[in-house]
């Protein structure tokens, strides 16, 4: 069992920056795939960053080379560096984990945080 809690939300303009944070609880901690995922009202939930137990990272086409995803296993947290942000990087955004290798899809992670706020002025 791994809890989630996310934090670092906020309200920012665009071309700013904002930093994430994902807290997590329970077991072998460094042996799941981490991912940050999104969802804007009314649109499905989407996946953003994703780093494996390994410490590869990928990313969705709409945010590489503005986010950065990283993990500190000695601190079980993974983070998320967000630059440039766009008025439509403006969602919830939500931290999950799950035993999979580059996963991307929703239904590979079996954890999930409850979410944080993010907002982009234009």
């Known amino acids: 069992q791994v809890q989630l809690v996310e934090s670092g939300g906020g309200l920012v303009q665009a071309g700013d920056s904002l930093r994430l944070s994902c807290a997590a609880s329970?077991?072998?901690?460094?042996?799941?795939?981490m991912a940050w995922f999104r969802q804007a009202p009314g649109k499905e939930r989407e996946f953003v960053a994703g780093?494996?137990?390994?410490?590869?990272?990928y990313y969705s086409d709409s945010v590489k080379g503005r986010f950065t995803i990283s993990r500190d296993n000695a601190k079980n947290t993974v983070s998320l560096q967000m630059n440039s942000l766009k008025p439509e990087d403006t969602a919830v955004y939500y931290c999950?984990?799950?035993?999979?290798?580059?996963?991307?899809?929703?239904?590979?992670?079996?954890?999930w945080g409850q979410g944080t706020q993010v907002t982009v002025s234009s």
């Open positions: 780093v494996k137990w390994s410490g590869a990272t």
């Open positions: 329970g077991r072998s901690f460094s042996s799941y795939a």
């Open positions: 999950a984990a799950g035993r999979n290798y580059g996963g991307r899809n929703t239904h590979e992670f079996n954890y």
